[in-house]
């Protein structure tokens, strides 16, 4: 007898079920296709960042020397061009602070700004501000400011016409039209931005000496100077579409296992009437297939259609879903659905026809612990290890590992702890029973209702194990990407205050010194703080890594009220004395030096006390005592120093610095609050991707949880029945359903509390190895209770409609 078709019919009558099934696999596909189109608008907006091209750009002319308004005008008049406008800067000075006139149309597809309040200038003398500059130099709408070139010549008086919004590389920056700045600076072009017929505008190009490229070629080579940034960024979004992709088939087959577990009396009549146990099997496959291809289909759509609302509502770039990729996608979940089916299938399939005489719809469990569960289980534990012996084999605990094996070693990093779960679902049911025990002892004492609660979840513990791997799998996504921010954020700021230790760096040019009364006057100067005097010199450092011509410094970093912020990864800047060093942790990965080690800087050997976390320390990878420079007989004039703000804030003080400095070309001096907002602007873009990507990954366990604990309370109405028909009241029916929930959310939180912080170590170890990991000590707890508490909740509203039941009509329930 063929058993599809009639197993079809019986679904279609009772359809509450299967809409929760097809609910599941369509927020899978929708969270797997939006995270592949949030993967690549996380990218294209991070390239954004990093490339002063805009998307919208067809090609790019790149200028020689000696390009102007004239070159300007023949390259709009190319064939083929439907919008030109010219790149340039020219830097000056408004008061005594340094700032940028930046050319950039102010509208259009090739504009880089965002007005945000008044009208973008149109007519000269007019100008925008970018919101660093209007908080720099107290700027508003209608305001005149002086802007003087720094190579001489009176000042602009120009009017401020708009506040913008402006990428954060262009730093303090004022915007006008191209031919306007082309005016004011006497500035060259530094290239010019297209939009048309690539091909036309490259023929039109070629009788000229102009280089014309597309905007896809010169945006790759922007970028490529960021390459490093790129490739972690793309590895660790690609990691967690893995993930999501995971969470989804897992999710799938929680709720097709419970699904399929209901229908025991149903699947037994079939078998009684002469269905073989292969039909069954095929008939669930059937189920599983239509349901994955319809709920499939309408996840995916809606996946394309949210991805094109969110760059009307978040500053990120438009994705371009591609037909071959939806297409994957939706073959995908249907694929991994039927193969999810299968196991389920297979053991629903094995029901007995007297299961149809029986008074009972609950199924009877098998052993927790299988002779197929427990080689399933170790195969998997063996593969996890077996994974990570590779990783490090290529280098996962070392610093000096070969170059472009970081896609590798997270590769390895997700797939082990992905074995290592599966090996955790494969002995769940067995994990489960001491920690329900544990459980029942502590709950006893709260009443009959808490124990009954508590013997409700562990009487089936397969069914106990497939509810709680879903709130498991929540915390472990939740704790990973908890643990990976973490120790991102920690190592970031700990990075930027040891690069930017104070507010200005004034410098010297190489071989000379600073004038002998400045660093004296900055000191007396009211608008200025702490003032920090130094040397750098290059000198030439042997370490066991061989041996480098660097610079070094004698900053007496502590002295820096920033210093605080400063992390050492090993030893103390405390400990920086005569005869002793300290670097920062790239010197140390390059050079394989360490606390203890001794260097032979100049003729002198000198022991490391202290590696810094970050690149550089003060602008440099080394600092040394000022006796040992001495020492080595350096000119004691300072070549450099260090400025912190007085309490008159950033402005005054960069106003009094150039006033003191009477902004010679000579001297480099560079605002250091603008260099780490511009840094911080780009971690902060990088994270915000990531942890977009992270929460619709979360997301989807967090939906899984609450499906499969509204099919759990669903699935098992007669017991209700029975439970109210011998007493219990709705009260207290509630409150055991509820708590056999929350009885499932905390076996999730106690299994996926290691996996979680394993796989965000993993993470950070092959992606940023020389970040010190940081658990989120204070948010764990947060996080378990609330996995528990949307555990509990997500159980209510079921457990709700069985406590209303009456018990005459619950005992009569298939």
């Not at 490259?202 to 940034?229: K, N, Y």
């Not at 269905?275 to 759509?301: F, M, Y």
């Not at 780490?676 to 971690?683: I, Y």
């Amino acid at each position: 007898m063929s058993a599809v078709v009639p197993h079809l019919r019986a679904v279609r009558r009772t359809p509450a079920r299967l809409v929760l099934c097809g609910l599941t696999i369509a927020l899978a596909a929708l969270f797997i296709t939006g995270t592949l189109l949030g993967r690549d608008m996380a990218m294209r907006t991070i390239t954004s960042e990093l490339t002063s091209i805009p998307d919208a750009a067809s090609a790019v002319v790149q200028s020689p020397s000696g390009y102007g308004p004239a070159q300007l005008d023949r390259i709009e008049d190319f064939p083929g061009v439907t919008e030109a406008t010219g790149r340039v800067s020219g830097s000056g000075l408004v008061g005594s602070v340094e700032v940028e006139l930046t050319a950039d149309p102010g509208q259009g597809p090739l504009s880089r700004v965002q007005v945000e309040a008044g009208t973008y200038p149109r007519a000269p003398g007019e100008v925008a501000v970018s919101e660093r500059a209007a908080e720099r130099l107290g700027l508003h709408v209608g305001d005149a400011v002086d802007f003087a070139v720094q190579d001489g010549g009176a000042p602009h008086s120009l009017t401020v016409t708009a506040l913008v919004d402006s990428p954060s590389a262009d730093g303090v920056a004022l915007y006008a039209p191209d031919r306007e700045v082309l005016t004011r600076t006497a500035a060259e072009l530094s290239r010019v931005d297209l939009t048309g017929d690539v091909p036309a505008i490259m023929q039109s190009a070629q009788p000229t000496a102009m280089t014309v490229l597309s905007a896809a070629d010169a945006r790759q080579a922007e970028v490529r100077q960021s390459q490093d940034t790129v490739d972690r960024v793309s590895v660790l979004l690609s990691a967690f579409v893995v993930l999501a992709a995971l969470a989804s088939i897992m999710v799938a087959v929680s709720a097709f296992r419970i699904v399929f577990a209901q229908r025991i009396r149903h699947l037994a009549m079939l078998r009684a009437l002469g269905a073989t146990r292969g039909g069954l099997r095929r008939a669930l496959v059937a189920e599983g297939a239509s349901t994955a291809l319809i709920a499939g289909a309408a996840g995916t759509a809606l996946a394309v259609g949210i991805s094109r609302l969110v760059p009307l509502v978040a500053p990120v770039a438009a994705a371009s879903p591609s037909p071959l990729m939806l297409g994957s996608v939706l073959v995908g979940v249907v694929v991994a659905v039927v193969l999810a089916v299968l196991a389920p299938a297979r053991d629903a399939a094995r029901v007995s026809p007297l299961e149809a005489l029986r008074s009972t719809t609950r199924p009877s469990e098998h052993k927790a612990g299988t002779a197929t569960r427990t080689v399933v289980g170790a195969a998997l534990l063996a593969v996890g290890v077996l994974l990570m012996a590779l990783a490090v084999s290529q280098g996962l605990l070392s610093r000096y590992r070969p170059a472009g094996s970081t896609e590798d070693l997270v590769l390895f990093g997700v797939l082990a702890a992905a074995a290592w779960f599966g090996a955790y679902l494969a002995f769940a049911p067995r994990l489960v029973r001491p920690v329900l025990a544990g459980a029942h002892r502590s709950v006893r004492r709260l009443g009959p209702v808490a124990t009954l609660a508590v013997r409700s979840a562990g009487g089936m513990p397969r069914r106990a194990a497939a509810v709680s791997s879903v709130v498991a799998l929540a915390a472990t996504l939740l704790i990973a990407a908890l643990t990976a921010g973490e120790t991102m954020r920690e190592h970031n700021e700990a990075s930027s205050a040891a690069e930017y230790t104070a507010g200005i760096e004034v410098r010297a040019p190489e071989g000379a010194t600073l004038p002998a009364d400045l660093p004296g006057a900055l000191s007396a100067d009211p608008a200025v703080g702490t003032v920090v005097p130094y040397r750098a010199v290059r000198l030439q450092l042997g370490a066991p890594g061989g041996s480098t011509n660097l610079e070094v410094s004698d900053l007496p970093i502590t002295q820096l009220p920033r210093s605080a912020d400063i992390v050492a990864g090993d030893g103390s800047l405390h400990d920086l004395g005569p005869g002793t060093l300290a670097v920062s942790d790239g010197f140390a990965s390059k050079n394989r030096v360490g606390v203890g080690d001794s260097v032979l800087l100049g003729d002198r050997r000198i022991r490391v006390a202290a590696v810094v976390v970050g690149q550089r320390i003060g602008g440099s990878q080394v600092l040394a005592h000022s006796s040992d420079l001495n020492a080595l007989g350096i000119d004691p004039a300072p070549t450099g120093v260090m400025i912190d703000a007085g309490g008159r804030g950033m402005a005054a003080a960069q106003s009094a610095v150039g006033a003191h400095t009477g902004n010679s070309p000579e001297l480099e001096i560079s605002v250091l609050d603008d260099l780490r907002a511009e840094q911080s602007g780009l971690v902060r873009q990088v994270t915000g991707s990531a942890l977009a990507l992270i929460a619709l990954t979360v997301f989807v366990a967090i939906v899984g949880v609450g499906t499969t604990a509204t099919l759990s309370v669903l699935e098992r109405g007669r017991e209700s029945g029975v439970l109210r028909a011998v007493g219990l009241s709705r009260n207290g029916l509630l409150t055991v359903r509820i708590g056999e929930s929350a009885m499932h959310g905390v076996l999730g939180v106690v299994f996926g509390l290691p996996h979680g912080v394993l796989l965000g170590a993993l993470l950070i170890i092959a992606l940023v190895p020389e970040a010190p990991l940081a658990i989120p000590v204070l948010a764990l707890p947060a996080v378990c209770g609330g996995l528990v508490a949307v555990a509990a909740a997500a159980g209510f509203l079921p457990s709700r409609r069985a406590s209303r039941t009456p018990p005459a009509t619950a005992t009569r329930e298939t």
